[in-house]
């Protein structure tokens, strides 16, 4: 299962990633960057900067989980 990653997390978050799948982090938060690599992605985490256009989630055709890791407001 592919993990990607819009941007960086906690280093423990990655480990723990990894136990369930392949870990990618992106390279460019450009559109059409950002599209290429969710055709194939299942799971898909931000922390808030990396803005997901709808071309993207509808590129997504394995998607099962698209989420925002933070704490606070």
Same mark, same amino acid.
């Given at each position: 299962?592919?993990?990607?990653? &819009? !941007? =960086? ?5 990655? $480990? &723990?990633?990894? =136990?369930?799948? !392949? $870990? ?9 960057? $950002? ?10 985490? =931000? ?7 709808? !071309? ?9 989980? $698209? ?5 606070? =407001?």
């Amino acid at each position: 299962m592919k993990i990607l990653l &819009l !941007e =960086t997390i906690h280093h423990e978050a990655v $480990v &723990l990633l990894k =136990t369930i799948g !392949e $870990v990618h982090q992106i390279e460019s938060l450009d559109a059409d960057h $950002v599209i290429k690599h969710f055709a194939d992605a299942a799971a898909v985490l =931000t922390r808030g900067r990396g803005r997901i256009p709808r !071309e993207a989630l509808l590129a997504g055709k394995r998607l099962k989980c $698209v989420a925002r890791c933070g704490a606070g =407001t």
